[in-house]
């Protein structure tokens, strides 16, 4: 059996893309187009543009630069920007639908460009007018693209523990320090860079801070070689007596820690829904080839044993579902969403990491062929466990939500 890419069976030709994306472009542009319009024309660009660049992108070691500013182009770097700074405006769960969508054909795509578009969003709900117009308009474009550092080489799950320090000058801050494991860190142009303003203070002096990557101070780490997933770009960087000044200083202590807890809850949801999408596609892919590959004379699906797998991971993959449109739902209503995402992301990472080998085990060894999803996938869901909460981290919050006060 030849090679297949993993959306060979339906794919569409040049002009129904073509369409589709046209639709987007109209969607981005005016008010009236239903969302679906942007669904289809996400669908067809994970379908054409993803799954094809995800090897290669794996391959090169290296975020999928090119797909980014296709991406942006259909509007994907600006879907929760306002509309007065020329965003979709769309709610969260909108979000996480297309984060979910673009997992499903590769998870470091869709995470390296859901941060840039963070920081899009972020800079334009909370920086100064200055800081809009330099980088806003820039990430929107896919031309810069941004990251959020809070992890160091020091501290990763106690977030308070951070040490990079900034300290007060003439006219701004000094800041020193060094961070790792960073989401797009190895082409970020712009930072939101989380720093401890008072030492032995924990959360209360964490302070959030614009940082340009052109500016003296600011040194690039090489990309780190991993295991795999090198399309999220995780690098790091260190600030040596990097000079911010008071206008960058977009969360003062006192309101930055808590800010970066608020929006982690967004991040669980997304990873979550995120999840859910990588194990769909595999779950369609193994479904799809269950009824075309013959064993002792008829098709896999036939085989009680066989079937069973995939009703299990379509059960496991419904209930992780509706924990993650319950998470969104409460962030689009702006409710308390701390257990629900907690929840959301703890049942996702590990149903994907569950059903993801068993589903390739249902391929035999075609499911190994790389432009497959199944090794890939099976990475995310362990890069998955990690970002934005590790499961242990999880279990905490949830335990903490729930302890009788
Ligand atoms: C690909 C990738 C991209 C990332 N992107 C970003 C990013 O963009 N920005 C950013 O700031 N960070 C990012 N991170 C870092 C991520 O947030 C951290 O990996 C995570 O917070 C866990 O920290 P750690 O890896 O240092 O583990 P540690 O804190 O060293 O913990 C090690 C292990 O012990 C467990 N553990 C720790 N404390 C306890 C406890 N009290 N009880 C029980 N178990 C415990 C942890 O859950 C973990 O399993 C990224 C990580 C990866 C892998």
Request: aromatic share 6%; net charge neutral.
């Amino acid at each position: 059996m030849s090679a297949t890419p993993h959306a060979a069976p339906d794919t569409p030709s040049a002009a129904d893309t073509a369409r589709a994306l046209g639709a987007a472009d109209a969607f981005a542009s005016g008010p009236g187009h239903a969302l679906g319009t942007l669904d289809a024309a996400v669908a067809a660009f994970a379908r054409d543009v993803v799954v094809p660049g995800a090897p290669l992108w794996e391959r090169e070691r290296r975020i999928g630069r090119e797909a980014i500013e296709a991406a942006a182009a259909l509007g994907l770097c600006r879907i929760e920007v306002p509309a007065a700074h020329g965003g979709l405006g769309l709610p969260f769960s909108a979000k996480a639908r297309i984060a979910q969508a673009l997992a499903g054909a590769d998870f470091g795509f869709a995470f390296s460009l859901i941060n840039t578009g963070n920081i899009a969003t972020k800079l334009a709900r909370e920086a100064s007018p200055e800081l809009v117009e330099r980088w806003v308009p820039a990430l929107m474009a896919g031309r810069a693209i941004g990251c959020t550092a809070l992890t160091e080489p020091g501290a990763g799950s106690d977030f308070a523990a951070i040490a990079t320090r900034a300290t007060r000058v003439a006219g701004g801050w000094r800041i020193d320090g060094e961070k790792a494991w960073i989401t797009n860190a190895a082409e970020a142009d712009v930072a939101v860079v989380y720093v401890q303003t008072e030492p032995g203070s924990g959360a209360r002096g964490v302070a959030g801070f614009v940082v340009e990557a052109a500016r003296a101070g600011f040194v690039r780490r090489p990309a780190f070689a991993l295991s795999g997933q090198h399309a999220i770009g995780t690098g790091g960087f260190a600030l040596d007596g990097y000079l911010a000044t008071d206008a960058e200083m977009l969360q003062p202590p006192g309101r930055a820690f808590k800010s970066a807890m608020t929006s982690i809850n967004g991040a669980r949801t997304y990873v979550a829904a995120m999840c859910c999408g990588m194990l769909g596609e595999a779950l369609r892919i193994a479904q799809a080839y269950g009824s075309e590959r013959r064993t002792f004379g008829v098709p896999l699906a036939d085989h009680q044993g066989w079937r069973w797998t995939i009703a299990e991971a379509s059960a496991e993959l419904a209930a992780a579902g509706l924990l993650v449109a319950d998470a969104a739902a409460r962030i689009d209503a702006g409710a308390d969403a701390q257990l629900a995402a907690a929840q959301a992301k703890l049942v996702a990472t590990r149903t994907a990491e569950r059903q993801l080998p068993r589903l390739a085990q249902a391929m035999g060894a075609e499911g190994l062929r790389e432009s497959y999803p199944f090794g890939r996938h099976m990475n995310g869901a362990r890069v998955a466990s990690f970002v934005d909460g590790s499961s242990e981290m999880l279990l905490e919050r949830i335990a903490a939500v729930l302890r009788p006060r």
